[in-house]
């Protein structure tokens, strides 16, 4: 598989954003979502790489599964990233005074990054949003609004539908869907097609399911056992609504209002293996 194929159309979307972005001087928000190893990050990084070659600064974060390490930490550090960084060590510096007041701290951001647009066009990359804390999330509502008449874009991502963006703001929304892989089993997936080929099927599944709560994989593993597809009444009475939303949610299951089915046949047969 070459190591970026498809998504001319999103891609092309997400570029028209870009370059408007830097020819009207306005901001923009691009939100990519879609289920685990679908191919966000590497839709992002075709982006960052374009935006990077028609002279934007650019800044790249994800938030962590674990944890972030302080509030904020995902878009603070995206802006520091990278061998030319979107903040400079002394704004950077200047920020650590309001380190613990997070209102006051967007709001010097906010100053920041409007004086560093008149320099240059900003495009800010904050991926995997169902992971990020509070003050980063509130951080992504305010400051693209404040920012409207900046040529900054922003650029995220997550498993799950990003909601609560910013009213004031254009709001470009790319949902990812499968890719037209001839992989039986993998329902377009690539981390699943690669994984695949390179023979490391488990660690992959294991990737997509990590965030689930444990009533989910519960219910997931139940699903597995029954077959390629069950009816919501053969889970269990009365199956989590919240857990087997979620499964929907975050394309592992399929509802046809009448069965439930797997998205991915290779990801249930990893799944019962595991049961054995
Ligand atoms: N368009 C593509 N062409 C070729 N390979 C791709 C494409 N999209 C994704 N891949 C490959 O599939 C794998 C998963 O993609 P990626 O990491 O971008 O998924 P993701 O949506 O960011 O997942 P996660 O939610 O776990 O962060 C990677 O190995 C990536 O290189
Ligand atoms: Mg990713």
């Known amino acids: 598989m070459p190591n970026f194929f498809g998504r001319g159309e999103e891609l092309g979307a997400a570029r028209a954003i870009l370059r408007r972005t830097r020819a009207t001087g306005t901001g923009a928000v691009i939100a990519v979502t879609g289920e685990a190893g679908i191919g966000k990050t590497a839709l992002i990084t075709e982006l960052r790489q374009w ?22 930490a995902p878009l603070l550090t995206a802006l520091r990233s990278g061998p030319a960084p979107v903040l400079s060590q002394a704004d950077f510096g200047a920020l650590a005074a309001h380190a613990a ?15 560093r647009a008149t320099v240059t066009p900003i495009l800010i990359c904050v991926e995997d949003l169902q992971w990020a804390d509070a003050v980063t999330r509130y951080a992504l509502r305010v400051l693209p609004a404040q920012l409207v008449s900046s040529p900054i874009a922003w650029l995220l991502s997550s498993r799950l539908p990003i909601d609560a963006l910013a009213d004031d703001v254009a709001v470009h929304a790319i949902p990812l869907g499968p890719l037209p892989l001839s992989v039986a089993g993998a329902g377009g997936n690539p981390l ?58 975050e394309g592992f299951l399929a ?22």
Do not use: C, Y
Not at 51 to 72: K, R
Not at 103 to 112: A, H, K, N, S, Y
Not at 255 to 276: C, K, N, S, T, Y
């Open 51 to 72: 935006a990077a070659g028609d002279g934007f600064a650019t800044g790249h974060e994800a938030a962590q599964e674990s944890g972030n390490i302080a509030p904020l």
């Open 101 to 115: 007041l997070p209102i006051w701290l967007v709001d010097r951001l906010t100053d920041q990054l409007r004086a």
């Open 192 to 249: 699943l097609a690669v994984a695949l080929a390179q023979g490391r099927l488990t660690e992959a599944v294991r990737h997509m399911l990590s965030a689930l709560p444990p009533a989910a994989m519960k219910l997931l593993s139940t699903a597995a056992a029954l077959g390629p597809s069950s009816t919501v009444d053969s889970l269990g009475a009365p199956p989590d609504r919240h857990a087997l939303a979620r499964l929907v949610r």
């Open 255 to 276: 509802d046809d209002g009448e069965r439930l089915h797997f998205r991915h046949e290779l990801l249930r047969q990893v799944l019962l293996i595991w049961m054995d």
